[in-house]
Each structure stands twice: as C-alpha cells, then as structure tokens.
C-alpha cells in the first residue's frame, strides 16, 4: 500500500506543478489545513477500482477506510510539495510523458469519429478485400502418393498398392491413431509430401483441382473430418487420402462488417494525421543531431534477468507504463486492427 501511494502521489504532485487541476465539486467529506476532500473526488476514486473492489465500501465503515486512504494521499502530497518535490526533474519529467499520452488519447486514439466516414469509402473498402470477407470451404489432406500418369504400364501395379495400404490403414487405426503417418512413410513415393506424413496443407476445391485432379478434389471435398477416401485414380497418380482439417466457407455481408471497416479506416486516417503532425512539428522545430556527441554516449548491457521467485522491486519505486520502458518515445495511435473474419 505504501508503494502504490508513494506512486500515486508522486504522479499528483507531477501534474500539480503544471497546473492546478480541475476545480473540486460537491459537498466536503473530509477538511482539513489546506485540504479538502469532496463527495464527488471520493465517488471518482472510487470508480477507479473494479466492481469487485468497490463492492467492499458499501457500508460507512468501509466508506470511511476508503477515504482515510485519501487523506493519506493528500497529506502526504502535501509533504512532498513542502519538500520541494513537485519541482523534481523526475516528477517534471513524468508530466511531460503523461502530457504526450493524452494528447495522443485526445487527439488521435478516440474512435467516435468513425461512424461519420462516407458509406461509399466502406463499401469500396469491402469490394477491394473481398477476400477477407468471402473465403470458399477449405480441407487439408494428408495423402499416399503413387505417381503412375493413366495408361502407364505400372499404373495396375500402384493401384494394387494403393489398396493394400488402404486396407492396412483401416486395419490398423482402430488401434493406432498414427497409423496412416506410419502408412505414408511406408508406401508413399512422392518424396516432396513424404516427408511431412503426406500432408497436402489446406487448400480449396479449385485448387486442389488444379494440383491434384478433379477426382481427388471431389473425393476430399465428399469426406468429414479424419475420413479416409478409398483408392482415388487421378490423371497424375493414383491416392489414398485422410481429411486432416476443414475450414468452413466464409460469406460476411458487407452490412455485417461495415461498422468494423469503419473502425480500420479511421484508425489508419488518425494514424496519417499523427504522423504528418509529428513531421510538421520536427520540422518547425529545426531539429539538428550533432553524430559525434551521440556516438560517444555509451548504452549499458540490459542486466540480467532475476530468476524466478528473486527480489520484487524496490519499495516506493513507480513502475513502468504497460508495454514501455521508463524514458520510452512518445506515444503513437496503435496500428489499424485487422477486421475480423
């Protein structure tokens, strides 16, 4: 508790010293000597905490060990001002940071602003990446290869091979669920497939078609999940093959992913804007990096990872923000999210 409080008010303190803060509304809960701490401060406080949190102050009792927790805060603010410390390059420092989130926040990370892009940007948005909307049903298939092209003089041979591994597959699954794997590597003559149990990866009825044949396309696409074909006679070869996978058709109406789009298009517009400020702003500031200072400044090792269940971090010591390191670069508007399949 006295870490996250020494936290907290160092953070208040940092933003105290560049400006006063919102004016208090509502009726006092708590005075004192330069401190006063309203009904509307507290509720706010308290509504930071999670539900599960704020359901512990539901009595007065309770009420009251929540406020004394804000009296400590103030107090100690307090203190820490009297020492000087609201002038802390550090706490100044941590402002300037906390300046460049909101201004990102305020500026570039609010979404509201997507349901006023034009419908026809959507639509063409959805016309250009259909194929992220629209995706035909997909198998994957592991198979026994037998090259043999119709009419070759072997082509009887490897039909009679192809089912006798077919027959051992069946035979053996009921106790092995590696059993084709095992058949593959036994029988399997296509060394490219061989290799990887014979798996073929998922591909879509065309192109199975266009890799494999017409024959082995309908018969994979005929079969559920782990169903083995019979013997499949194609214009190339002669196959056994086993459904490894399926993935389902999908056909997303253009109403159905529109407020999603909206969200991407908008998420990229800010994220220009950002960017062509931020240049504007270097430029206008007329930045000049003298190489030569730079290059004698010199980085330490990153230290070495504590083991696990070693010492927590020192008392009093604010952590980082999540995701950046103390001292990182300013914020940017995260990356368009992907629209959801």
Not at 97 to 126: H, S, T
């Amino acid at each position: 508790m006295l870490r996250r409080t020494l936290t907290v008010a160092a953070a208040a303190l940092a933003l105290a010293a560049c400006s006063q803060g919102p004016k208090k509304t509502g009726p006092a809960v708590a005075t004192g000597n330069g401190i006063t701490i309203t009904a509307d401060e507290f509720k706010a406080r308290l509504e930071e905490q999670s539900p599960f949190i704020r359901a512990r102050y539901s009595t007065l009792e309770r009420k009251k060990e929540f406020l004394d927790n804000l009296v400590r805060f103030e107090v100690l603010a307090k203190e820490a001002e009297r020492q000087g410390l609201d002038k802390d390059p550090e706490v100044l420092n941590t402002v300037r940071k906390v300046m460049v989130q909101k201004l990102v926040q305020r500026n570039f990370a609010d979404q509201a602003g997507a349901k006023d892009l034009p419908e026809a940007d959507l639509q063409k948005y959805y016309e250009d990446h259909k194929d992220e909307f629209q995706k035909p049903k997909r198998v994957r298939l592991a198979a026994i290869v037998f090259p043999a092209p119709a009419g070759s003089p072997d082509r009887a041979k490897k039909v009679a091979a192809a089912r006798k591994a077919l027959a051992e597959v069946k035979a053996a699954e009921k106790t092995n669920t590696l059993a084709f794997a095992a058949a593959v590597t036994k029988y399997s003559e296509d060394a490219a497939t061989k290799a990887n149990s014979g798996d073929l990866n998922f591909r879509s009825k065309d192109e199975l078609e266009k890799a494999y044949g017409k024959e082995l396309a309908e018969a994979a696409f005929a079969l559920k999940q782990n169903e083995l074909s019979g013997v499949v006679e194609t214009a190339q070869g002669v196959y056994v093959a086993k459904v490894t996978g399926v993935q389902e058709e999908i056909n997303r109406p253009f109403e159905t992913v529109k407020a999603q789009i909206a969200s991407k298009l908008y998420r990229e517009k800010k994220t220009k804007e950002f960017d062509e400020l931020v240049k504007k702003l270097k430029a206008d500031a007329n930045v000049k990096v003298n190489d030569a200072e730079l290059e004698k400044i010199t980085v330490a090792a990153a230290p070495t990872p504590p083991a696990p269940g070693g010492m927590p971090g020192m008392p009093g010591m604010p952590p980082a923000a999540p995701g950046a390191a103390p001292g990182a670069a300013p914020a940017r508007p995260p990356p368009p999210a992907p629209v959801t399949k």
